[in-house]
C-alpha cells in the first residue's frame, strides 16, 4: 500500500507552492527540534501511530498557514468536517474565519479567562506564542484503522512568557510565566477517504486543563503596556507556531463555553 506524502513526512506541505498566511511557508525547525527531544514516545518508521501522527501535523500547518482551504491537501475537499466535544459541525472555511487556537478553545472561551470574540486569529496566535515557543502534538495511543481511528493525543510546552489577555469589559488580565510544563490530553476520531484524506474530525477534551496550568500563579489586572523587560512576540513567517490551538495545532473545533 503507497501513502501520500503527507502521511510520510510530518513536514511535507511547507513544501507546498501555496497562499501562505505570512507569504512563505513558516519554519518549524525549533518546532521540530523541540519535539524530539521532548517527545514521550517512539514510534518506528512505517507503524500507523507515524502515518496518523505525519497527517495530523500536516492538517495542522494547513489549518494554520493556508489561507485557502481549497489549497489543503490533507483534507476531502467535498465532505471535511470537525466537531468539538459533541458541537455542531464547521468546516475548512470556519477554521479560517475563526483561527486555529480559537477554534479548539471554543467559541465563549473560558469565563474570566479568555474570550474568543476579543482575539481574532492574528492576536490568538500573537498571544500563545509568546506564552509558549512550541506546542508539539503527538500520537500517545491508537485504536482502530483506516478508515476511521482513535487518537489519544498528547499536546505539551514550557510557559517561558507572560500570559496576557483582553476581556470584553475592557480588563486586560495577565498571568506571569512560570517556566513549567504545560500539558494537556484529549481524544480525537479521524476518519479518512481512500485517498487518505481527512472527510471528519472529532475532539474531545477540557480547555480548562490548560488555562488552570497557565493561570496557576494567579491571574491580575493588568495596565495596556509593557513592564520593564517584558516582551510580547510578533507572528514572523520564518517560524512556526508549533500547533493549532489546540492545534500544531490537535484536530480542532468549536466548544460550548467552559469554565474553570
Known amino acids: 500500500m503507497s501513502f501520500p506524502d503527507y502521511m510520510l513526512d510530518p513536514n511535507a506541505v511547507l513544501k507546498d507552492n501555496a497562499q501562505w498566511r505570512y507569504k512563505s511557508a513558516p519554519n518549524y525547525t525549533n518546532t521540530n527540534r523541540v519535539f524530539e527531544e521532548t517527545k514521550s514516545t517512539n514510534w518506528g518508521e512505517g507503524k500507523l501511530e507515524l502515518l496518523v501522527q505525519n497527517l495530523v501535523k500536516n492538517w495542522e500547518k494547513e489549518a494554520s498557514y493556508k489561507i485557502d482551504a481549497k489549497e489543503w491537501r490533507t483534507i476531502s475537499q467535498e465532505k471535511y468536517e470537525f466537531r468539538l466535544n459533541g458541537g455542531p459541525a464547521s468546516n475548512a472555511n470556519d477554521m479560517l474565519r475563526i483561527g486555529t487556537y480559537n477554534a479548539s478553545i471554543g467559541e465563549h472561551g473560558v469565563k474570566g479567562v479568555y474570550e474568543t470574540k476579543e482575539m481574532d486569529f492574528h492576536s490568538s496566535h500573537k498571544l500563545f506564542k509568546g506564552v509558549m515557543k512550541t506546542f508539539n502534538w503527538e500520537v500517545v495511543e491508537l485504536i482502530g484503522g483506516p478508515p476511521k ?112
Open 149 to 260: 481511528v482513535a487518537i489519544k493525543w498528547r499536546h505539551w510546552g514550557v510557559m517561558s512568557g507572560n500570559y496576557r489577555a483582553k476581556l470584553s469589559s475592557g480588563r486586560t488580565v495577565r498571568a506571569k510565566a512560570t517556566g513549567k510544563l504545560i500539558e494537556v490530553f484529549g481524544m480525537t476520531t479521524a476518519e479518512v477517504n481512500d485517498k487518505f484524506q481527512v472527510t471528519s474530525l472529532e475532539t474531545f477534551w477540557e480547555p480548562d486543563q490548560m488555562f488552570r496550568q497557565l493561570v496557576e500563579g494567579g491571574l491580575e489586572d493588568f495596565e495596556e503596556g509593557l513592564d520593564v523587560g517584558e516582551k510580547v512576540e510578533a507572528i514572523e513567517p520564518e517560524e512556526g507556531a508549533g500547533s493549532a490551538a489546540p492545534g500544531a495545532t490537535c484536530p480542532i473545533g468549536l466548544n460550548r463555553s467552559s469554565k474553570l
